[in-house]
């Protein structure tokens, strides 16, 4: 865990508020209201709501989720805080989503959704190092957290995720992952890996990479999407197209194979192939 560390009086002004925040009185919901908007000029405001989230078991769920809500509302601010307040913040969401508690981990998976949009991947790398380690976890509910954050993350932001980091492309070993849980077991899962590999189906006309495993992948991808979910390939189908049937020609054997698995799926669907 990072450096920074809660004043005592600014950590009990925030608690105290978060708790006077449940009551539903008019006049005690304007002041607080005013309150909140007040905390977020003060540098240290998120990692405050972000140390009552992961650090403050003895509150109750509620309170600590209430921070987690308020930190999604200003994930913003992550962008203008000092340095050690912006790495606490990162490390303390992460160790949020690992927590006993579902209601918990389900708040930090927002906070990550909307810290990661204004940070970007190539900026906090080991976010999605963790969330892609979690999908090989043996508990069915963190996978599932897991995958909630890529899924809504893949959806809101996935040009984002289309960045080198330290030498390499996040999309080169997710997209692998994506496919191989698409065998999954569970249908949650297999629906959240095909999900996943919708929402990257106009950046895969960019898929020229000089490495044939990472061809071969964007094939099978399209390939599962046409067989799985068509509806998401048809507003992409003349990119896809024309990049299926110059992967026909690859010199690579396997990319073409896998390229031609995608017309012959494609003739054996009537309603496409009419």
């Excluded at 308020?70 to 912006?86: D, F, G, H, Q, Y």
């Excluded at 490390?91 to 940070?119: C, K, P, W, Y």
């Excluded at 991808?221 to 197209?241: D, F, I, T």
């Excluded at 995608?262 to 309603?271: G, I, K, M, R, V």
């Amino acid at each position: 865990m990072a450096t920074w560390a809660p004043q005592p009086q600014g950590l009990q002004e925030v608690l105290q508020t978060l708790h006077e925040s449940t009551d539903m009185n008019v006049a005690v919901q304007r002041a607080i209201t005013q309150k909140l908007n007040n905390f977020t000029r003060a540098p240290e405001y998120i990692a405050y709501l972000a140390y009552i989230l992961t650090a403050m078991p003895q509150e109750e769920d509620r309170i600590r989720t209430i921070a987690g809500y308020l930190l999604k509302n200003n994930a913003r601010l992550i962008l203008t805080s000092a340095p050690e307040v912006a790495q606490y913040v990162k490390a303390a969401t992460l160790q949020a989503f690992t927590d006993e508690s579902l209601m918990i981990r389900n708040a930090a998976g927002q906070d990550i959704v909307a810290l990661l949009n204004h940070l970007e991947p190539r900026n906090w790398p080991e976010c999605l190092q963790q969330l892609m380690s979690t999908l090989d976890s043996p508990d069915l509910d963190r996978q599932e957290a897991a995958f909630n954050v890529l899924e809504k993350a893949c959806e809101d932001y996935p040009r984002k995720m289309d960045v080198e980091i330290n030498g390499s492309r996040p999309l080169d070993f997710m997209i692998p992952k994506f496919l191989m849980l698409a065998d999954h077991p569970s249908a949650k899962m297999r629906s959240h890996a095909i999900a996943c590999l919708s929402y990257f189906v106009p950046l895969f006309k960019l898929a020229s990479d000089d490495e044939p495993s990472v061809r071969r992948h964007v094939c099978q991808a399209l390939v599962l999407l046409l067989a799985a979910r068509p509806e998401k390939l048809m507003p992409e189908m003349n990119n896809v197209a024309e990049y299926m049937l110059y992967s026909t020609k690859d010199k690579n054997e396997n990319v073409a194979l896998e390229a031609y698995e995608f017309w012959l799926t494609f003739a054996e669907d009537a309603d496409l192939a009419g």
